[in-house]
């Protein structure tokens, strides 16, 4: 079991930087592929980037690339999502969750149902 833990969240204008954090407990999340997923009002959760375990192969949604930076930190137990050049269409909640390390196609790593488990995710707001 992966207990896992998003905080960084906040409220930033447009144009500006947050960096998200994942922590995790339980089984070791630095042998897991990782993954961060955002949900706004009224729309389905949406894949924002990955990284995979243990190669650090990163995937981006189009609309971050250049933006958001994913990285991990496996001696911490940890991962980042660092957003830059924020806009107000990036509004969400925002959730980490962690994919079992078995083989996995690029693609598996963009649906939400290819991972186990889930934080509760932290809230980002851009105001224009």
């Known amino acids: 079991q992966v207990q896992v833990v998003e905080s960084g969240g906040g409220l930033v204008q447009a144009g500006g930087s947050l960096r998200l954090s994942c922590a995790a407990s339980?089984?070791?999340?630095?042998?897991?592929?990782m993954g961060w997923f955002r949900q706004a009002p009224g729309k389905e959760r949406e894949f924002v980037a990955a990284?995979?375990?243990?190669?650090?192969?990163?995937y981006y949604t189009d609309s971050v690339k250049g933006r958001f930076t994913i990285s991990r930190d496996n001696a911490k137990n940890m991962g980042n999502l660092q957003m830059n050049s924020l806009k107000p269409e990036d509004t969400a909640v925002y959730y980490c969750?962690?994919?079992?390390?078995?083989?996995?196609?690029?693609?598996?790593?963009?649906?939400?149902?290819?991972?186990?488990?889930w934080g509760q995710g932290t809230q980002v707001t851009v105001s224009s």
């Open positions: 969750a962690a994919l079992p390390p078995r083989p996995t196609a690029g693609w598996e790593f963009r649906l939400p149902e290819s991972y186990d488990y």
């Open positions: 339980g089984r070791t999340f630095s042998n897991y592929h």
């Open positions: 990284i995979s375990w243990p190669g650090g192969v990163t």
